[in-house]
T-cell receptor
Framework: AQSVTQLDSQVPVFEEAPVELRCNYS??????LFWYVQYPNQGLQLLLK??????LVKGINGFEAEFNKSQTSFHLRKPSVHISDTAEYFC????????????????FGKGTKLTVNP | DGGITQSPKYLFRKEGQNVTLSCEQN?????MYWYRQDPGQGLRLIYY???????QKGDIAEGYSVSREKKESFPLTVTSAQKNPTAFYLC??????????FGDGTRLSIL
């Protein structure tokens, strides 16, 4: 069965510093991978997705992630963070067989709380 | 604007009471999902529906029920059999070839 491990539950950083949020997955099938962001008392917003093709994926708000099949990782990075990036970030992988581009029945990690300090 | 509307934003339940959370979407999505979020636990799938009049149990369906009578609507009922209902509930939807899109959630608390 697929699973997702987000290695850090909390990541504090200073404003304008780089950040990496780590995500490892286990899957016996081909994968689609996603990063979502959640601001307090709100739903999840898609940051970026990996379906196929280039292993470096660029998303919204200056975030990017790299798919590494050999290390089963999909780490999220941003070269310079802002106070407004303070939020919780979730990595997710599809479970089961893939439909074409679909994201049915995702498995989510437990989340990483990013706190950006001035 | 298209989107997913969850209501109410906050809900309180008395012991032994059933409550229903509303989820409506105007995105013309076929699939809809209900998740439960607890602090430090991520999201866990309760029920999902890929087509009208059909739905499947997710990982934690016990104590919950759903219906899908219309494409736009997927209400979730938290029954009295759910012993620990306090949580943040998120509804999502998608087209088969697109990522899931989320509503803003309903926070359920026990009085």
């Amino acid at each position: 069965a697929q699973s997702v491990t987000q290695l850090d539950s909390q990541v504090p950083v200073f404003e304008e510093a780089p950040v990496e949020l780590r995500c490892n997955y286990s899957s016996s099938v081909s994968v689609y991978l996603f990063w979502y962001v959640q601001y307090p008392n709100q739903g999840l917003q898609l940051l970026l997705k990996y379906l196929s093709g280039s292993t470096l994926v660029k998303g919204i708000n200056g975030f990017e992630a790299e798919f590494n099949k050999s290390q089963t990782s999909f780490h999220l990075r941003k070269p310079s963070v802002h106070i407004s990036d303070t939020a919780e970030y979730f990595c997710a992988v599809n479970r089961g067989s893939l439909t074409q581009g679909g994201s049915e029945k995702l498995v989510f990690g437990k989340g990483t709380k990013l706190t950006v300090n001035p | 604007d298209g989107g997913i509307t969850q209501s109410p934003k906050y809900l309180f339940r008395k012991e032994g009471q059933n409550v229903t959370l509303s989820c409506e979407q105007n995105l013309n999505h076929d699939a809809m999902y209900w998740y439960r979020q607890d602090p430090g636990q991520g999201l866990r799938l309760i029920y999902y529906s890929q087509i009208v009049n059909d739905f499947q149990k997710g990982d934690i369906a016990e104590g919950y029920s759903v219906s899908r009578e219309k494409k736009e609507s997927f209400p979730l009922t938290v029954t009295s059999a759910q012993k620990n209902p306090t949580a943040f509930y998120l509804c999502a939807s998608n087209r088969w070839d697109q990522p899931q899109h989320f509503g803003d959630g309903t926070r359920l608390s026990i009085l």
